[in-house]
């Protein structure tokens, strides 16, 4: 059965793989974008180290959830190898024959069921595009021609994504690692396409176009007029100021031509040449070494703090590439919203997918701080009390993570990338509020605790402490069970905290059930600033901004 048409652009909370399965109908997306995760720092060796063995958890934390030889990579190997696809089944066997069971072996089989999803939504004008490193970049590239067709390569794009760094001082013996690799694939041969330009070098443009006309400034370049391939090609045969040649332009155009000043002869009897200005030209056609979009560094405006962040020009330059305004793109790891901030920003239709609910609460704020009247749904979040209890029976750093996001609180500790979560340096705080409300500009702090179980009076107390161990304004329990007539009264017995600049007084500490924040209520405090790091407000260009209509 074909799954229902999506009318909104979407974000998905959840497993790619069942959402792609259950919601995503046939031949609907005209652009899937891929960063799975994917360690570009794990050490090789480890990736390959066998179930048995021992490796440090350090190491293994941000990978082993995801990607993990055991009993679903070991289900979804046989659903390969028996049901999906007799080439793809045939391929990943043989992987599995050549680098045996491990991180790797498990990362692969993954991603080829999520890639046969991927390729079966794509329309047959549609393109993917998978991010990797050279770990696995070419073990995927075998996956790829297996799912696509060894006839549906396009490029192999090289992004430089970051600066030489000092790996030789810290005792490496290899070159520096400091590009990922872009796998590019269509669907069929007739796949959306639009050449795109950059500026040409000052070097290019001083070698090159080293002439400027006398009566206007405009610099020019001096090219060939003469016909390639001579006769054989049609080309006219004349004689042009003095020198007969077979010719690009028949004779009366190339009268014209010399006319309006467009046609140069350095000296009697030298082949006449075309001014080429260099204000018509686009530019540099893009090649695929990108090394011109840098990637997100520390003081980068663009920054929101995400491990593996991308840059929005890297975004751009696919969409504009390889989709139209009003076309549907796909990010099926959308991790912080990149793709989708892009689409938004270039017209385009959208649907993103990530499985932890910090992704989810990072690209609704940055798509509200950057485009304030962008529509949108967000499905697989807890809608109601029933739903928030199985989350957080479920898994409870998610349910945390989502909490925190019905706050925007900032979470504290675990990593934002992973699907494990760990308690930060301060002890029992779970997320931070930050404001500005006086002439100092200093930022002030309300802490967050999330609470999923049974909670009492001293659950209060032990707050109260943190809050003032830390020098916090506000302090606020967010509780998944209702608070007991103790906890209120022991938390009006910490006072107000008084706003200096908004002159108001606020309840030092405040109590949230989940329910209440379900109904709209919030933390009583001074407005937030910089909860997490505010993504910049875009124009939105122009573009088809209607209905998402999936269906088959």
């Known amino acids: 059965m074909s799954p229902k048409p999506i009318t909104k652009n979407t974000l998905f909370y959840g497993d790619n793989l069942p959402i792609l399965r259950e919601h995503i109908a046939d031949e609907s997306v005209d652009l899937v974008y891929l960063d799975p995760p994917f360690n570009s720092n794990r050490s090789y060796n480890v990736l390959f180290k066998e179930e048995s063995g021992q490796a440090s958890e350090a190491q293994i934390t941000a990978f082993d959830d995801t990607w993990h030889w055991g009993a679903q990579a070991e289900e979804l190997y046989a659903e390969l190898v028996t049901e999906i696809n007799g080439k793809v089944g045939q391929m990943i066997g043989a992987l599995r024959g050549a680098i045996g069971e ?44 297996t799912v696509f067709g060894l006839d549906r390569f396009v490029n192999e794009i090289v992004w430089k994504r970051t600066t030489a760094h000092g790996d030789s001082r810290q005792g490496s013996h ?39 006309d006398s009566a206007t400034g405009r610099r020019y370049r001096l090219d060939n007029l003469t016909g390639p391939g001579g006769a054989s090609k049609g080309n006219p045969r004349y004689e042009f100021l003095g020198v007969a040649r077979y010719w690009r332009y028949s004779q009366e155009n190339m009268e014209r031509l010399f006319q309006e000043g467009r046609i140069v002869q350095t000296k009697p009897g030298a082949v006449p040449q075309y001014k080429r200005f260099l204000d018509e030209m686009k530019g540099q056609p893009v090649q695929n070494l990108w090394t011109d979009i840098d990637p997100i560094n520390s003081q980068a405006a663009e920054r929101l703090g995400y491990p593996t962040q991308k840059p929005l020009a890297l975004l751009e330059r696919i969409i504009q590439a390889s989709s139209n305004p009003g076309d549907v793109v796909l990010d099926p790891f959308c991790g912080c919203g990149t793709t989708v901030a892009a689409a938004q920003k270039l017209g385009r239709r959208w649907i993103g997918i990530d499985v932890t609910h910090l992704s989810i609460a990072l690209q609704k704020y940055r798509l509200r701080e950057m485009f304030p009247d962008a529509e949108f749904d967000v499905l ?35 990593e934002a990338g992973s699907k494990k979560g760990k308690k930060g340096a301060d002890q029992g705080i779970d997320g931070v509020i930050a404001f500005i409300d006086d002439a100092s500009g200093k930022p002030k702090r309300v802490l ?58 606020y309840p030092r500490l405040q109590i949230l059930t989940v329910e209440q924040l379900l109904h709209g209520a919030q933390v009583q405090m001074p407005p937030a600033y910089g909860t997490f790091k505010q993504a910049q407000k875009v124009k939105q260009n122009v573009g088809v901004q209607g209905g998402l209509d999936l269906g088959v």
């Not at 979040?381 to 739903?387: H, K, T, V």
């Open 380 to 414: 697989g979040e807890p809608q109601d009390l029933g739903s928030a209890r199985q989350l957080a029976q479920d898994d409870r750093f998610q349910f945390q993570w989502w909490a925190l996001s019905l706050l925007r609180a900032r979470p504290v500790g675990g």
């Open 102 to 145: 491990n991180q790797m072996m498990a990362y692969l089989v993954m991603m080829a069921a999520r890639l046969v999803e991927l390729r079966r939504v794509l329309k047959p004008t549609g393109s993917l595009y998978l991010h990797c490193d050279p770990t696995a970049s070419h073990y995927l590239k075998i996956v790829l021609d």
């Open 448 to 505: 967050v605790q999330v609470k999923s179980g049974g909670v009492s009076s001293q659950t209060i107390r032990d707050l109260r402490g943190t809050l003032e161990r830390e020098q916090a304004a506000i302090g606020v329990l967010l509780t998944l069970e209702p608070a007991t007539k103790p906890m209120e009264i022991e938390a009006v017995s910490a006072g107000f905290y008084e706003s200096p600049g908004w002159r108001q007084k």
């Open 174 to 212: 290899h070159f520096g690692r400091v590009t990922d690799t872009i796998l590019f694939y269509s669907k069929s041969s007739a796949y959306i396409w639009n050449q795109l330009h950059v500026d040409y070098s000052v070097d290019y443009m001083d070698s090159k176009y080293k002439y400027i």
